[in-house]
């Protein structure tokens, strides 16, 4: 039997911050071009929507959406090819062409630079837990962490060779839970597991493929003006997201106004989904 490709959709509604999302309709919208998109392209789509650890104060969704997912697959009996983990945040383009093709079969995500006082901020917030792995993994140079390879976790590509980063980097979690939660609530308040992540990828190493092309990483729509269209053509008033782009990330925006403004792409586009 053939191995399908796997789009891994992490879609776990949370109660206790339905003030701060305003809900959880957007998923629908979210799936709703995911789904389309897998059949056209004989992937398999695995929604994520419970999660294994109930305590979702301790365990995030954001780091239960990475550090499980391959038991998840093994426990679904899922015999994948290459895997993409995309956040519930992301409408994927009706005519996206394959990204699946685009990999080298290597750990493929995209350069992070849309903010980089929050990513700078958040690098060093973390140095302290992952430094000593960076210095071992450097002959004790004291080689810190390489901002210009930061990525961002909310859509990557991996595959099987790929399970040992995942499981080490669960195990990182479990042993330092602790100390993470107080990083990410007291000390460092920027973000979850992105940053934990790329220092994991560094520290073991990772060859990673950052070549994606930009009409498949496009996030922080309001700061790129995204959302406006081209005057000269008054015809045509579709926005450049839509227009331009593959893959569309509706963060950068308050959220509890997610809802509102996917809803309103997903009814300008709906039709090509049919």
Not at 123 to 138: A, R, S, T, V
Not at 221 to 248: A, V
Request: proline fraction near 4%; glycine fraction near 4%; aromatic fraction near 18%.
């Amino acid at each position: 039997m053939t191995k399908k490709n796997v789009v891994w959709w992490p879609a776990v509604k949370n109660p206790d911050h339905d003030d701060k999302f305003g809900g959880y309709e957007y998923f629908q919208y979210s799936r709703n071009t995911w789904e389309y998109w897998c059949k056209k392209n004989d992937v398999l789509f695995v929604p994520f929507e419970t999660p294994v650890e109930k305590d979702l104060f301790r365990f995030r969704i954001n780091w239960q959406k990475a550090i499980f997912l391959f038991d998840e697959l093994k426990r679904m009996n899922i015999d994948y090819d290459q895997i993409a983990l995309v956040d519930s945040s992301f409408m994927i383009r009706w005519d996206a062409p394959n990204f699946f093709e685009l990999t080298d079969r290597r750990f493929t995500a995209w350069r992070d630079t849309d903010n980089m006082r929050w990513i700078h901020e958040s690098i060093q917030g973390y140095e302290e837990i992952f430094k000593p792995h960076l210095i071992d993994l450097n002959n004790a140079t004291g080689k810190t962490f390489d901002t210009t390879k930061y990525v961002n976790s909310g859509f990557m590509v991996f595959n099987e060779e790929h399970e040992d980063l995942f499981t080490s980097f669960k195990q990182f979690y479990y042993d330092n839970i602790d100390e993470f939660i107080l990083l990410q609530d007291k000390k460092v308040k920027k973000g979850t597991e992105q940053t934990p992540m790329n220092y994991w990828l560094q520290v073991n190493g990772v060859d990673i493929n950052t070549e994606l092309p930009i009409a498949y990483k496009l996030t922080h729509l309001p700061r790129k003006d995204m959302f406006s269209y081209n005057w000269q053509l008054d015809e045509d008033k579709t926005p450049f997201f839509i227009k331009y782009g593959y893959n569309f990330s509706f963060n950068g925006i308050p959220k509890d106004h997610r809802n509102n403004v996917m809803k309103q792409t997903w009814d300008m586009i709906k039709d090509n989904y049919k």
